[in-house]
């Protein structure tokens, strides 16, 4: 039996996989837009991707509430216009050209300060033929409103392009400070009609089949909460978004709801999709559990297990034994401990030799398993020699 310092030694195996940074996990995507963008890019990288918008847009063209807004900007022009979005900003030029208000929409807003929340919302305004008077460097809402009050807003009509949800503290910070708010929403979110995805990614989560999910909207995590909620399932998905399952978000603005209920998330310094994918790419590899075993490396990822960089996907009873085996490695777990971790195995404890001949079977070497006769089995760590010491003359 390996002794404790070899145990503790054994997790530090640096890695040298020889297979995609991803493979082996599974990562839940709940975007609706640019999903298809999003799972070839996590594709590409080895994962295997659990689609489940947790959302839908309403189309702008259809949309009542955006037509209101258009036409009472048009009749009374804005004295500072907020895009908050590009797709969006762009969205709402779109469907006034569909409404035949194109000319008269972008002829009221010429007469504003039209202010930009980053980049792609200063590109929307300069594409409509418009220009922007000041865009923000940290593409935050906050940095905008922090703008808007130093200058003063007393008194202002100013329109508030949406992006998808309110923003209530935005709009109550202007009009406690005196504006006139007319908010533009040119798009809303609202449940997908077919919850069956979004069933199944929350079962996924909870069950712990799930290694990652990611977030490129606040609605979208906001959207996977309450359906947790109807289905009684907040206290299972908070605590494997807490511990298990690592929540990767498009930036700090999108992991605002998780954050607020103490969920540690994970975002890029730049708020861009390739970025999200690469802080990812970089994080979840780092979790995984590599150890030193009968002269291999072992590494413990997701679905899957890799062997000297090699990847070996295992099957879920085999992968339930094998992290219960990690989780005192060098140490002989009983039968009767790994029968426990077998789903819907009763009490026939042959299931756990059935599940371990297939374990060894599909990790390829199977000395990576010793059975400890009439006790269980072990993970036959490598043992850590001692470090040489040397003695030098008394004085």
Same mark, same amino acid.
């Not at 609202?190 to 606040?218: I, K, Y």
């Not at 960089?309 to 219960?324: F, I, N, W």
């Not at 756990?352 to 390829?364: C, Q």
């Given at each position: 039996?390996?002794? *404790? ?13 020889? =297979? ?21 890019? $996590? ?6 991707? !659990? ?43 779109? +469907? ?14 010429? @007469? =504003? ?6 980049? @792609?919302? @200063?590109?929307?305004?300069?594409? +409509?033929?418009?220009?922007? +008077? ?10 905008? !409103? ?20 309110? !923003? ?26 077919? $919850? ?5 990614? %929350? ?34 998905? %908070? ?40 802080? #990812?790419?970089?994080? !979840? ?14 590494? #413990?990822?997701?679905?899957? &297990?890799?062997?000297?960089?090699? /990847? ?38 042959? &299931? ?10 599909? /990790? ?9 006769? @009439?006790?269980?089995? *072990? #993970? ?16």
């Amino acid at each position: 039996m390996a002794d *404790r310092t070899a145990v503790a030694t054994a997790a530090l195996v640096p890695s040298q996989d020889t =297979a995609p940074p991803l493979a082996g996990y599974t990562i839940g995507i709940t975007a609706a837009r640019r999903a298809d963008e999003l799972a070839a890019l $996590l594709q590409r990288r080895g994962a295997t991707v !659990l689609r489940a918008p947790a959302l839908r847009i309403v189309p702008l063209a259809d949309d009542t509430e955006l037509l209101a807004a258009t036409r009472a900007l048009i009749a009374d022009p804005p004295d500072i216009a907020v895009a908050t979005t590009g797709i969006g900003f762009r969205g709402w030029i779109e +469907a006034a050209e569909g409404w035949d208000l194109f000319d008269d929409l972008v002829g009221s807003l010429a @007469k =504003a300060e039209m202010l930009a929340r980053g980049p @792609k919302a @200063k590109g929307a305004i300069r594409a +409509a033929g418009l220009r922007e +008077a000041w865009s923000a460097e940290s593409e935050s809402s906050v940095e905008v !409103l922090e703008r808007l009050l130093d200058q003063g807003v007393d008194g202002r009509r100013i329109a508030v392009q949406l992006h998808g949800a309110p !923003l209530r503290d935005f709009v109550d910070s202007l009009t406690t400070a005196g504006a006139e708010v007319v908010e533009v929403p040119v798009y809303r979110w609202l449940p997908p009609l077919d $919850l069956g995805p979004v069933d199944r990614l %929350l079962d996924a989560t909870c069950s712990g089949s799930l290694d990652a999910v990611t977030f490129t909207s606040a609605p979208a995590a906001l959207g996977l909460l309450d359906r947790a909620a109807e289905r009684g399932q907040t206290a299972e998905l %908070l605590h494997a978004l807490r511990r298990d399952v690592l929540p990767v978000c498009v930036g700090p603005v999108t992991a605002a709801p998780l954050e607020e209920l103490d969920i540690a998330t994970v975002w890029p310094e730049r708020m861009r999709l390739g970025a999200m994918v690469q802080t #990812l790419t970089a994080r !979840l590899p780092d979790r995984a559990r590599r150890l030193a075993v009968a002269g291999h490396t072992l590494e #413990l990822r997701g679905q899957a &297990a890799l062997v000297d960089g090699d /990847l070996r996907p295992v099957p879920p009873a085999g992968m339930a034994l094998l992290r219960t085996l990690a989780r005192r490695p060098g140490w002989v777990v009983p039968r009767s401990e790994l029968l426990r971790a077998l789903p819907g195995s009763g009490d026939d404890e042959h &299931a756990v030799e059935t599940a371990m001949a297939r374990l060894r079977a599909a /990790l390829g070497t199977p000395r990576l398993i010793a059975t400890v006769v @009439k006790r269980g089995y *072990r #993970l036959a760590v490598d043992p850590v020699p001692a470090p040489d010491t040397k003695y030098g003359d008394e004085d």
